[in-house]
């Protein structure tokens, strides 16, 4: 007999995959309203996102930092707050590590690998923690906060790139100054940067450390019921800043990663909506940071096959996008089932 617990598991896995066939019935009957065939385009869409070895490598790719901005939004949430701005912990992650690794230029290859990796991450944390302090002593909503924040972010690095740290070598596009090559990390052995490993890592850490620590139970009681958490006693500031600060190290980590396995320097190419997508992944997840693993090489193969879609249908750059958002808003909807099924709530 299973327990409640395994049923609640069970459960949310249903409803979410469920969510994604709703979603999936509601893309097909928009796209043959235009005249194309959804049963082709699933199809297309498969090959381009797990059909082929190159496939597979795309999405592991793309997959990496969407896990670590999930983080972002699922620690919070667990604590009882919606914090969207990992979309601006991500830039300035990037931003922190392209200083630290030319402030440390002479330093020994790992060594310097490790200090722009760990500027990535405290950057990344204390610029959700500032949100997080808005909303705990000032009340300063966290959603609202840390969205505008992603455009704060965004806006300074335009400017620094622009003139303070330009690297004005290359003409083709603004770009900062560039690590030192030693800094840089290479390649698993399925052609997927170092930043698919950190991702899987900090997800199993995470939830070992949410769902078997004192420290985890203590932050679900706080999401769970603020009143009850006071009355237990939980110092409920330090756990909410605690999330906040976790989640923006996991956003901040990702954009420190792609700057060392990507692209060496900071420009325009950090933003490409990784911290969006990685708030439906944690939706879609349902704050569960093992869930987030296959969440997000799920997303990350919709986004890897957009330009075969594009190629094969003439399809515009935003139909993976629009994919994406109606999983969210079934997401959302599927949110009213959970609960319901009896063995779950036994």
């Not at 596009?173 to 690590?179: E, F, L, R």
Request: proline share 4%.
């Amino acid at each position: 007999m299973l327990s409640a617990g395994a049923w609640r598991t069970i459960e949310a896995a249903a409803i979410s995959i469920g969510a994604i066939v709703v979603a999936l019935v509601v893309y097909g009957a928009f796209i043959a309203l235009n005249g194309i065939d959804p049963v082709a385009v699933y199809r297309v869409l498969y090959l381009g996102a797990f059909g082929t070895l190159f496939s597979l490598e795309a999405t592991l790719t793309l997959a990496a930092p969407l896990m670590l901005t999930a983080l972002c939004t699922a620690i919070p949430a667990r604590a009882g707050l919606l914090v969207i701005g990992a979309e601006g912990a991500l830039v300035v992650g990037g931003l922190a590590a392209v200083l630290a690794g030319v402030s440390a230029g002479g330093a020994p290859p790992y060594l310097g690998t490790v200090l722009v990796l760990l500027a990535g991450a405290l950057a990344g944390g204390a610029w959700i923690a500032f949100a997080g302090a808005l909303r705990l002593w000032r009340g300063v909503n966290e959603t609202i906060s840390t969205l505008l924040l992603n455009y704060i972010a965004i806006a300074m690095l335009n400017h620094l790139i622009s003139g303070p740290i330009r690297d004005f070598g290359e003409t083709l596009k603004a770009t900062s100054w560039s690590i030192p090559a030693p800094f840089r990390i290479g390649t698993l052995p399925l052609n997927v940067h170092w930043g698919l490993a950190f991702g899987i890592v900090s997800c199993v850490v995470l939830w070992f450390v949410m769902r078997r620590t004192t420290f985890g139970f203590a932050v679900a009681v706080l999401g769970g019921n603020v009143r009850a958490a006071q009355l237990a006693g939980l110092a409920t500031a330090r756990l909410s800043m605690a999330a906040c600060i976790i989640g923006g190290a996991a956003a901040g980590l990702a954009g420190a990663i792609e700057i060392v396995a990507v692209h060496g320097a900071a420009s325009e190419s950090l933003v490409v909506g990784f911290g969006y997508g990685g708030i439906l992944i944690a939706f879609l997840a349902r704050q569960n940071p093992l869930a987030i693993i296959p969440a997000a090489i799920l997303v990350g193969g919709i986004s890897a096959s957009g330009g075969l879609l594009q190629r094969r249908f003439d399809m515009p750059g935003a139909a993976t996008a629009v994919l994406q958002g109606c999983i969210f808003i079934t997401v959302l909807a599927g949110n009213t089932f959970y609960g319901r099924w009896r063995p779950s709530r036994a």
